[in-house]
């Protein structure tokens, strides 16, 4: 048997490459992003090996449409100097971080998700937004899987900050104009 | 800005139906498909440029069969409510009574050799009429092949369309009918009231 009808791919998968680009960039460039990702897909969709991994394929496809939305739209985060050192004890970090975390579960936060530096952006989006693993995570960012554990811890401690009031929330985003 | 997965189904939905008419436009869709009512249930009516490819019939297996239609003609199959309008409309004025033939066009493709030609016979039995087995086997060029004639309206691609409940034993018993024996007497009586 050869590949199944396109129209089961996007039954299979549609939902989770929704989820995928609803958490890294957003709703309101989602349905924009998901159709492009599945058009592409569509185009190649013939020429995929039937034992393909269609979901990592598509969740690829995804990701470099995200990528391209993101600078697309220049919302793409400004680097900036590391926010301060968390002067809190390591228990409360723990305890802020699962805080951060039920917030980004419950659909919490996504408006300062989109204001970290895009690697911590998508390293959250993808873990807390649509669940994916740090092997494919770092698969996506072209990180080891333990780089892309960090990069997301690192985005959630910039959060907690925000979240916990803690301290000034860092400086991700820099204005143009004014 | 928030995730909100309530609303991811129905947003999935206009999501899909967007993707159908996009791949349209980019000459993607190859193989278009959605359900049409009826009144033995549920048919998924699949078309291409050509018209009516492949109707399944509620007894059939529809994930099997459009996965089969997938792997003999193109992977590139959507749902596209809008590219079976045609086919839904007119088989819903067949199955009320007020049509008796359909000019959606057929396509042939999946059918060869002396099944195609018996079904291209099959096509041309008038509303209301039947014919034997062995009829078919004479138009298709072989008076002697009615085992493989049956075997041709058996495995008609598209049923109802090519009105293979019309052929019937030279006995007058009813025969086979891929949707069921019952299904086929019901149309042969509605064409009969109409």
């Known amino acids: 048997m050869g590949l199944p009808p396109f129209d089961t791919v996007v039954t299979r998968h549609g939902a989770l490459v929704l989820r995928v680009l609803r958490a890294s960039v957003g709703h309101a460039d989602a349905d924009d992003a998901w159709q492009e990702t599945f058009l592409s897909a569509l185009r190649a969709y013939p020429g995929l090996r039937p034992d393909s991994d269609v979901r990592?394929?598509?969740?690829?496809?995804?990701?470099?449409?995200?990528?391209?939305?993101?600078?697309?739209?220049?919302?793409?985060?400004?680097?900036?100097?590391?926010?301060?050192?968390?002067?809190?004890?390591?228990?409360?970090?723990?305890?802020?971080?699962?805080?951060?975390?039920?917030?980004?579960?419950?659909?919490?936060?996504?408006?300062?998700?989109?204001?970290?530096?895009?690697?911590?952006?998508?390293?959250?989006?993808?873990?807390?937004?649509?669940?994916?693993?740090?092997?494919?995570?770092?698969?996506?960012?072209?990180?080891?899987?333990?780089?892309?554990?960090?990069?997301?811890?690192?985005?959630?401690?910039?959060?907690?900050?925000?979240?916990?009031?803690?301290?000034?929330?860092?400086?991700?985003?820099?204005?143009?104009?004014? | 800005m928030s995730i909100d997965l309530t609303d991811e189904g129905s947003a999935l939905t206009s999501l899909r139906g967007r993707l159908a008419e996009r791949a349209e436009s980019a000459g993607l869709l190859d193989v278009a498909w959605d359900d049409v009512d009826s009144p033995f249930g549920a048919l998924a009516v699949c078309v291409t440029e050509a018209g009516v490819v492949r109707v399944v019939l509620p007894a059939e297996d529809r994930d099997a069969a459009l996965a089969a239609v997938a792997a003999r003609l193109s992977p590139r199959l959507l749902r596209a409510p809008h590219r079976v309008e045609a086919a839904?409309?007119?088989?819903?004025?067949?199955?009320?009574?007020?049509?008796?033939?359909?000019?959606?066009?057929?396509?042939?493709?999946?059918?060869?050799?002396?099944?195609?030609?018996?079904?291209?016979?099959?096509?041309?039995?008038?509303?209301?009429?039947?014919?034997?087995?062995?009829?078919?086997?004479?138009?298709?060029?072989?008076?002697?092949?009615?085992?493989?004639?049956?075997?041709?309206?058996?495995?008609?691609?598209?049923?109802?369309v090519v009105p293979c409940h019309r052929v019937v034993r030279a006995d007058g018993a009813l025969g086979g009918y891929l949707g069921g024996p019952a299904m086929k007497a019901r149309l042969l009586e509605l064409e009969r009231s109409s």
């Open chain 1, 56 to 178: 990592a394929w598509l969740v690829t496809i995804a990701h470099r449409k995200a990528v391209d939305v993101a600078r697309a739209r220049g919302r793409r985060a400004v680097p900036v100097a590391d926010p301060p050192e968390t002067p809190v004890p390591a228990t409360d970090v723990d305890d802020h971080v699962a805080d951060v975390i039920d917030a980004l579960a419950t659909g919490g936060l996504w408006g300062e998700v989109a204001g970290l530096p895009e690697k911590q952006r998508l390293a959250v989006a993808y873990r807390y937004g649509a669940d994916l693993a740090y092997d494919e995570i770092g698969r996506l960012l072209g990180c080891s899987p333990d780089a892309a554990r960090r990069s997301a811890f690192e985005g959630v401690r910039r959060l907690r900050i925000t979240v916990s009031g803690a301290g000034s929330p860092p400086r991700t985003r820099k204005e143009n104009g004014t």
């Open chain 2, 88 to 160: 839904r409309a007119q088989l819903g004025q067949y199955f009320e009574g007020r049509r008796r033939s359909f000019d959606v066009g057929v396509d042939w493709r999946l059918s060869a050799g002396f099944r195609r030609r018996a079904l291209a016979a099959v096509a041309g039995l008038a509303y209301g009429t039947t014919a034997s087995y062995r009829d078919v086997a004479a138009a298709a060029g072989n008076p002697r092949a009615t085992r493989a004639a049956g075997s041709a309206c058996a495995t008609n691609p598209t049923p109802i």
